[in-house]
C-alpha cells in the first residue's frame, strides 16, 4: 500500500510539472503499476486477514487508514484509485469486516458534497457497501431519512445559508436517499414508504426550489424500479400534477432545462415500465398520431 501511495504521489508531482509526451507516458505507466498493485492487494489482503487472524478488525486497521485517505480523495486524478480503494473496502466488508467501527468514516463520505463525482466501478461498489450499513443497522437509514426532514424544514433554522444553498442541500439529501433505496432489493424499504411519501411532496411544495423538484423525480425513478408498482398508486395524483405544470398545461412550460429533463427521464420509465397505474394518466401525455389526421 505505501507503495501504491508513493506511486500515486509521484503522479501528482508529474502532473504539476509535465511538460512533454515523455511525462505523459511516465504518469500512464507508474499509474497502472499502482492501480495494479492496490488492485493486486484489494484481491489478496482481506482473504489474507481472514486467515492468519482471528481479529479481523485489528488485523487491517493500518489498511483501513491508508484506504481512507484514497475514499476521501474526491479530486479528479484519484477518481481510479478512489475506485480500487472501494473495491478493496468492500473485499474487506465481505470477509467479515466489522462496518461498525468505520461507521463514522464511511458516513463522511457518504455526505460530502463531492460523493457522487466517481467512476461506474465505485458507483457500483458503495452501493454494496452502504446497503450492507443499512441492512446490518437499521438505524442508518432511519437517520438518514430524518436528514432529509430536516433539510426540508424552514430555512430559519439555516440562518447563515443564502436559499440557493440551503436548495441544494435538500437536493443533495434527497439524492443520497435515492442512492440508498436503489442499493437495496426490491420493497426492503416498503416499510418506511409513507415517510418517503410525505417527504417527497413536501419537498414539492417548496417554492423556486428547481434542483430539489429534479431530485424528487430522479427519486420517483428509483421507487419505480425498488417498490412494486402497486404500492405507488398514492403518488400518482400528485406526480401527474407536476410533470402536467412541467410540460406547459397550465400555459406555460417550465424554463428549467435540467428540471425538464428529469421530468422527461422519469416520463420515459414511467412508460417504459408499463406500470397499470401509470396508463390511467398515460393519454393525458400521449395522443395517437393517425387518430388525430
Not at 481510479?80 to 473485499?91: T, Y
Amino acid at each position: 500500500l505505501k507503495i501504491a501511495n508513493d506511486h500515486r504521489s509521484t503522479i501528482s508531482k508529474l502532473n504539476a510539472e509535465r511538460g512533454s509526451s515523455q511525462d505523459e507516458k511516465t504518469i500512464h505507466r507508474i499509474k497502472s503499476l499502482s492501480l495494479k498493485t492496490l488492485h493486486t492487494l484489494a484481491e489478496i489482503v482481506p482473504t489474507l486477514y481472514g486467515n492468519i487472524s482471528d481479529d479481523k478488525n485489528r488485523a487491517a486497521g493500518n489498511v483501513i487508514i491508508t484506504l481512507m485517505g484514497y475514499l476521501k480523495d474526491r479530486s479528479e486524478y484519484n477518481l481510479s484509485w478512489a475506485g480500487v480503494s472501494a473495491i478493496f473496502l468492500l473485499n474487506l466488508i465481505k470477509h467479515g469486516y466489522s462496518t461498525k467501527s468505520l461507521k463514522k468514516e464511511i458516513f463522511e463520505i457518504f455526505y460530502d458534497n463531492n460523493f457522487f463525482y466517481m467512476d461506474f466501478i465505485a458507483f457500483d461498489k458503495w452501493k454494496q457497501i452502504l446497503d450492507n450499513m443499512m441492512t446490518t443497522e437499521k438505524s442508518n437509514f432511519t437517520e438518514l431519512v430524518r436528514n432529509v426532514g430536516k433539510s426540508l424544514q424552514s430555512h430559519a433554522t439555516m440562518v447563515f445559508v443564502s436559499k440557493e444553498q440551503e436548495n441544494l442541500l435538500r437536493a443533495r439529501n434527497i439524492k443520497r436517499m435515492s442512492f440508498v433505496i436503489l442499493s437495496g432489493e426490491v420493497d426492503q424499504y416498503l416499510p418506511i414508504l409513507p415517510t418517503i411519501q410525505e417527504l417527497l411532496f413536501e419537498a414539492l411544495k417548496l417554492s423556486h426550489a428547481h434542483c430539489v423538484y429534479e431530485q424528487v423525480f430522479t427519486c420517483m425513478r428509483v421507487l419505480m424500479l425498488r417498490i412494486s408498482t402497486q404500492r405507488l398508486s398514492s403518488f400518482w395524483p400528485v406526480i401527474i400534477s407536476e410533470l402536467m405544470r412541467i410540460f406547459g398545461f397550465g400555459g406555460r412550460v417550465a424554463s428549467e432545462p435540467g428540471l425538464i429533463l428529469s421530468a422527461c427521464k422519469f416520463f420515459d420509465l414511467a412508460v417504459l415500465s408499463g406500470c397499470e397505474q401509470f396508463k390511467l394518466y398515460e393519454w393525458i401525455f400521449i395522443k395517437d398520431y393517425f387518430n388525430s389526421l
